[in-house]
């Protein structure tokens, strides 16, 4: 690797992007985001949870909310850990800490000791995603649940990648002209396809997101991999883990308008530790 995978200065500066969502953030999507997350993991009542790369914090209040004894919020970006911070503190429970690290540095100290390890659109843009998975899977105790969103891979992720890697160096008015174009195509596309643009947004909001935020972070949210469900099933499975669920975004358009993520759940086997593999 050439870059320094620690450095903030490698990655799109997705905290501020976070900060400005935390603005609009209310008790509507503090619950859309508690059902997202009781949807992939459900009740957390008496567990930890560890949410890696957590942006505005939105999903590790969620936990709280889900009964979580301990939530541990970690983010590379201060400015997201900064948001972090101030959303969990509006919740009366204290048993949270939010501090500045990567997957790459979480200490050995705290690997096997979550009943949840969660991490939501984030391990793709680390810059080597196969190491982060790895990394992130060596926290899930025996018999506990991984729950990860990943990218999945279309024809057209390559130039994707290239398109994350110019806007990043755009100026704030270009990049502002770029999603406005992009807005445009996305929207014509979808109605050409007889899809509601509006139900898409809609649909946004059901994890108590935004499309205006989502949007700028799709186009500069670089370093970008992608992967397919062939990939990461067999992947996990060696490292002591079995699927609970898996559901997948549909590629459409040949990624003419982007990916999503497909959503996994995985259960560490009883027992057995997951190992740090690297991917072959």
């Not at 101030?86 to 500045?100: G, V, Y």
């Not at 790459?104 to 991490?119: C, G, I, K, M, T």
């Amino acid at each position: 690797m050439t870059q320094n995978l620690l450095a903030v200065s490698t990655h799109f500066p997705f905290g501020e992007n976070w900060n400005d969502y935390s603005k609009i953030v209310d008790e509507r999507r503090i619950d859309l985001a508690v059902e997202s997350v009781r949807a992939l993991v459900g009740d957390l009542s008496g567990k930890s949870f560890l949410d890696i790369g957590s942006g505005s914090g939105l999903f590790s209040v969620a936990a709280l909310r889900l009964g979580a004894k301990e939530v541990l919020a970690i983010d590379i970006d201060p400015v997201s850990v900064a948001t972090s911070r101030e959303l969990l503190s509006r919740e009366t429970s204290t048993n949270w800490a939010a501090i500045q690290a990567s997957v790459f540095d979480l200490p050995e100290q705290v690997a096997h000791q979550f009943d949840v390890v969660y991490s939501w659109g984030v391990l793709h843009h680390t810059g080597d995603m196969w190491r982060a998975i790895d990394r992130a899977a060596l926290m899930v105790k025996p018999g506990a649940v991984f729950a990860l969103a990943l990218y999945e891979r279309t024809p057209l992720c390559g130039i994707w990648a290239i398109e994350k890697r110019l806007y990043c160096k755009l100026p704030k008015l270009m990049q502002a002209l770029f999603r406005g174009i992009y807005l445009g195509a996305w929207g014509a596309g979808m109605l050409v396809k007889g899809r509601n643009p509006l139900r898409l947004v809609r649909e946004a909001r059901e994890r108590g997101m935004d499309t205006a935020y989502d949007v700028h972070d799709w186009l500069g949210g670089y370093p970008y991999e992608s992967t397919t469900p062939p990939e990461v099933e067999p992947f996990m499975r060696k490292r002591g883990f079995e699927p609970l669920a898996v559901v997948p975004w549909p590629v459409r358009g040949g990624g003419m308008l982007g990916s999503g993520c497909t959503e996994y759940v995985f259960r560490r086997s009883e027992g057995k530790q997951a190992s740090n593999q690297t991917a072959s």
